[in-house]
């Protein structure tokens, strides 16, 4: 069974381990699944991270998340597929692409769109494997042979058949909308590349003439240029200022145009002056006024946000600041000017571009939604796909109750082409997943899809064929970052509904945001994202998975720093020291199979309750997606049962002179450490391949990850030694800590008296040799004896006469100095607090610190008189 020649390495490196381990695993195809019809599918689609991007920490969790259960359900005996893969981010690496030619002088648009897209192919070779390597040294167990890009050629087709079905059914059509438009890639952006920024502006006041009259409308904006564009001035019609002007024409300033005065409720009569102007080319809601009341739209803007040829000649080119600035300087000239205000706004940006974005009157392709949110919807309040944590479902249910059409076009050439072609001669729409028999005659629609509209098919067209999708679809679980959960949850269970005709996935687990200690998220510009491979090369892979989890509570934020990744690593040492204790000792002790099950005694039957008893917890929590609470339940049955109490329970027996016994004990303890290390291995996979490998001698294709997960034993479950076992854990630390406390020499053994009900002969024994207690004495009416120590267990007195182990005399009088020391201090941070200044002017965590102080030094200080009185 063990591996008695295999050197045992003193410390465990973590570098010296991980790279070996996964170059095993991936060059014995260790995680690659195929239809197996004898075993039960378990499958995965990973969130496929942009080909160009770099591994976050936000990675590291969600893909930590995702290797537990795929590694835990393998072991459970389901083939367990998990796919990986990488999406082309339309707009993210054409900006890339743009801006590495636009640094060697050359223009996207000069070179034409088939040279460009030659550009982002290699573009996309040499940067798109990065983040794929990054994501080996966590140690995922993807099917790499599966590995899948939204360009790839099966994917690509899936995507465009996709669009000629929605096309046909008539639910993809071609309007006017409003869109994000960013003006650096001249293209509609989604909501979510648009980033909102607190701005320091203006707010303009203007005079409006009324026609025909004296009289002026101040209307209030932030952005002055937009006035161009305006058609109307809208009041609410609760207002009493503004009755009589509802039905009169105003002159707008510059254009001159005769624009109405009319009412909508949707005017605040708060804000500004309770008068708006309105833009309907160029704003949401004057749009959506616009069509209540069947105004004019005029666009302003060319496609980067210059002035086009719908406003006056000398305005026509400016850029949209500077015609801010010019239109400002006519009003003030006209003294048209009112007020200004300084401003405070949120002002969206373009991700990408990093301008602030326009609202802007587009032709686009839009995917209508009612038909497909309804079932989209229902399946998720019907408990057919769960949420976790289930507060977001009524997020989910808000949003699919108000959708609106989707944007599906972009403005960009790297992407799915919209496979739409117009006929030069009658403008007849071709729409086709092949290209027209008669090429020279059609003309290509020059958008591609969305990102979005590619990656919402994900779930089933990584799948290369329908055998395949009928085994592995649909998926078990979706790990994925709550900020999406419309723009891609929401219609891959759309996608998975309208072309499978079934949901997507199972579960979806929504995964925690990453913040730092201080709370604030994790940015490049804040300095406070931590490089996951930085930490990996300090703590290893295993410290970082398991210290992700152990701080993540479902549904709630994680606050990280690099330093506490110690969490992990100690964990990590304590179950190497562990393993390394037990196979030295295998050097020199026969193991013997045969004697796992002899010479059996409390402290056994107790570890393998406890391990049945956990492992039955562990099962239930992974079912209820309570990943944190495993890790809890792991570190505590790892840490305090199996290293700090069986194996010190198990060294006299190991240590005695009847070799069967220390055989027997010995052979079960590595067969417990054993099945111990498969249930930490799905969380930690390097140290627990390792140990497991020099545990015994290992096929060459073998690998814990494909080795049994223990099955639950309920007979082996005693729970009056495990309670007998807690009690003993109780005592013996309660007589571990008064020897702290007073000093007793190491060497010396104590006297306990236990006034309380009489001990069994099992706790007799391990108090006796785990806390170095000399004679137990058991009495209901126990008196407590002259000068000793005390606590309390289970409500029961514990006593340890101190005469003859210590020097009271000088115990006593190490105890008054302390005792005065720590008033002296408390008197101090005392009279700190009382002062009123320092707790009003002093930073909120330096009082808070003050105060923790004083609590701690309260509680010290009654505790050391305590014992002053044990000792009198």
Known sequence: MTNGSKEIPKAYIPSEVEDKWYSYWESRRIYHSEIDITKKPYSIVIPPPNVTGILTMGHILNNTIQDVYIRYKRMLGYNACWVPGTDHASIATEAKVTNFLKDQGIDKRSIGREEFLKHCWEWTKKYGGIITKQLRKLGVSCDWER??????????????????????????????????????????????????????????????????????????????????????????????????????????????????????????????????????????????????????????????????????????????????????????????????????????????????????????????????????????????????????????????????????????????????????????????????ADPENWTQDNDVLDTWASSWLWAH?????????KYYYPTDLLVTAPDIIFFWVARMIMAGLEFKKDIPFRDVYFTSIIRDIQGRKMSKSLGNSPDPLDVIAEYGADALRFTVLYLAPLGQDVLFSTERCEIGRNFANKIWNAGRFLLMNAQSININPGLKNKHIDFADEWMMSRFQSTLQDINKAMDNFEINNVTKMLYSFVWNDFCDWYIEMMKSRLYGDDEEVKSAVLTRAISLFEEMLKIVHPFMPFITEEIWNLISERKDDESISLSDYPKFDETLINKNAEDEFAFVEEFVTAVRNIRGEMNIPPSKNVDVHFRGDELSDNQKLYISKLGKVENIIVDKNLAKPHAAASSVIHGNDLFIPLEGLIDLDVERSRLQKEITRLEGSLGGVSKKLSNENFVKNAPSEVVEKERQKKNDWEEKLLKLKSIWEDLK
């Open 147 to 436: 590995e899948r890009f939204t360009m790839d050629d099966h994917y690509y087709k899936k995507v465009i058949e996709a669009f000629v079905d929605l096309y046909k059914k008539g639910k993809i059509y071609r309007g006017y909308r409003m869109v994000n438009w960013c003006p650096v890639s001249k293209s509609a952006i989604s909501d979510e590349e648009v980033l909102y920024r607190t701005i320091q502006g203006k707010l303009w006041y203007f005079k409006y003439p009324v026609k025909d009259s004296d009289e002026f409308v101040v209307v209030a904006t932030t952005r002055p240029e937009t006035m161009l564009g305006d058609t109307g001035v809208a009041v609410n019609p609760n207002d009493e200022r503004y009755q009589e002007l509802i039905g009169k024409k105003i002159i707008l300033p510059i254009v001159g145009r005769e624009i109405p005065v009319f009412a909508d409720d949707y005017v605040d009569m708060s804000f500004g002056t309770g008068a708006v102007k309105v833009t309907p080319a160029h704003d949401v809601n004057d749009y959506d006024m616009a069509m209540r009341h069947n105004l004019e739209i005029i666009n302003i803007l060319n496609e980067d946000a210059t002035l086009n040829h719908n406003v006056p000649d000398e305005l026509q080119g400016l850029d949209r600041y500077e015609a801010r600035e010019k239109v400002v300087s006519i009003f003030e000239e006209e003294n048209l000017i009112h007020k200004i205000e300084d401003y405070t706004t949120s002002v969206g940006y373009s991700e990408r571009g990093g301008v602030p974005i326009e609202p802007y009157l587009s032709e686009q392709w839009f995917l209508k939604m009612e038909e497909l949110s309804k079932p989209a919807l229902d399946v998720v309040l019907e408990g057919k796909v769960n949420f976790h944590p289930e507060h977001w479902v009524k997020t989910y249910e808000h949003w699919m109750g108000n959708i609106r059409d989707w944007c599906i076009s972009r403005q960009l050439w790297w992407g799915h082409r919209i496979p739409v072609w117009y006929n030069k001669s009658t403008n007849e729409i071709y729409c086709e997943v092949n290209p027209p």
């Open 461 to 469: 067209d990584v799948f290369l064929n329908d055998e395949e999708v």
